[in-house]
């Protein structure tokens, strides 16, 4: 690392986490920055470092204070909370990210101790330009912002939602090398209509109800204006927007900026991969595919599109393409002949089919090849259900999206044990390794994770013009091809997560291509595209970053 770049010199920089290496200044270090005093004698290594705080974290009892004492870390020194989080990224994920960071949020007002990104609320109205310009950071790639109205499963957070777009942007570092100096994770304050946090005196954000909806999308306009006239090229990733504002938004936004929506895109995305690794499996092709969802939410929806214009991209024509696909709702099977009003994205999948009020009553009338639950309704993956579905099917494709575990579909064992061993499993929960007569499966999850931080990673690479539907097809791809012939035998597929930062390389770089393929990206195009993204991936040791580049 070079300091000597920086003006800053004592102290100072022991109170700059982007500066602070603390104890692992070198003897040199400290004489040129004036520490010599202000540390303790000893000189560490990096790796000396990640292994008291590891011990440190090992020592809390919950996981909330695991998140509260790797968030310390990052306030002392950035770059070793990346090591850190790095080195040990299977562990730490569901702590930054879910499920603790759910717990974070609900009582984020309790355990705020220093503000991270920027809070935008509906009284800034007008002044939004002002805010972004208070913002320290000279470069920003990517945002992650959020309203806080729909917080994984747990409802509107309202400002407390702000732990949701620092964990995101953390594993865009973590796991796929986004510059954490060029990252900014924001909040829009409309409000909230949580009572209990409009009465708590320690809640963070405005106290008031939700903005009309005027309001709201005048403010977001100037949130996306603003920073757009700060940083031309910003990627902005929409997060935990409540339903109808999500599809909204994304439908205003995304031919005009570059821009996606997680919930909706990047879960497609994994799951569409999910679908590309089973016809490895079953050698057969998308179209090919009856696919049944339970649940026709926001999850479903986004999944069925995306798996519509794969089976567009191998040459079904669209309209073919959507009738292979039908969703099962709360009110039944979507069909053209309910009598109830179908919300607008069910549309295209309201076929002409007979009225079912019974999910096993809809895979006798379908036969689907693929069952996906997204419907948060535990169980609902029978035993009558999955061996109907091995009956039909020689390899049936049996999806259990629903988070957290307790709200599974099925367990990993009832899939393999009522199937005899043939489903080819995917969860929305972690599962552990299943013994099923003398064979080990090992389910994967379908994890946004393995996708999201690549495509942003590649997006800003190339700093592409738009996110268009064919980048998360490119990335489900690239996954997909990423999976070993090893795992797919043992049921498996996904990779193993462990692997993500190489994994991203290919992931991001498949996104990479595709921008440039498009004419999307702003920059010319390299001659080894993978190795200019691996190139471009930040580490923590990387000499720039104490520069402050
Ligand atoms: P949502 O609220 O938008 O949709 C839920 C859907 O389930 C609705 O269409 C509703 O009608 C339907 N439903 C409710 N009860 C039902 C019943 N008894 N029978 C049939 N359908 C029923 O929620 P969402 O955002 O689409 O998420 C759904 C689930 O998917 C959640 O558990 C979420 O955690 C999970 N999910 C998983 C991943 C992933 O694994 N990567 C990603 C996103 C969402």
Known sequence: MSTCENKEKGVGVLRNPWLNRGTAFTEKQRDELGLRGLLPPAVSTRDEQVARWKSIIEQQPTGLLKYITLDTVRMIDEALYF??????????????????????????????RQPRGLFISAEDRGHVRELVANVPNKKVDIIVVTDGNRILGLGDLGACGMGIPIGKLALYTACAGVNPQHTLPVTIDAGTNNEEFLKDPLYIGQRHKRVDEDTYYELIEEFVNAVRERWPDVLIQFEDFQNT??????????????????????????????????MRVKKEKLSDQRILFLGAGSAATGIAHLL?????????????????????????????????????????????????SSFIDAIRQLKPTAIVGVSAQPKTFTKEVIELMSELNDRPIIFALSNPTSKSECSAEEAYKYSKGNALFASGSPFAPVEFEGKTFVPRQGNNSYVFPAIGMGCIYTRSKFVPTGVFLAAAKSLAHLVSLEDLDKGALYPPLSEIRELSVSIAAAVAEYCFDKGLAQIERPADIKAAVREAMWQPSDPKFAAGE
């Open 83 to 112: 090591q850190l989080v790095m080195e040990n990224v299977e562990e730490y994920m569901p702590l930054i990210y879910t499920p603790t960071v759910g717990e974070a949020c609900q009582k984020f007002g309790k355990i705020f």
């Open 245 to 278: 504002h999500a599809f909204a938004l994304l439908d205003k936004y995304q031919n005009r900026i570059p821009c996606f929506n997680d919930d909706i895109q990047g879960t497609a995305s994994v799951v569409v991969t999910g679908f590309y690794s089973a």
């Open 308 to 356: 519509a214009d794969a089976m567009v991209e191998e040459g079904t024509p669209r309209e073919e393409a959507l009738s292979r696909i039908a969703l099962f709702d709360s009110k039944g099977l979507v069909s053209s002949r309910r009598t109830d009003k179908l919300a607008a994205n069910k549309l295209p999948f309201a076929h002409d089919l007979e009225i079912a």
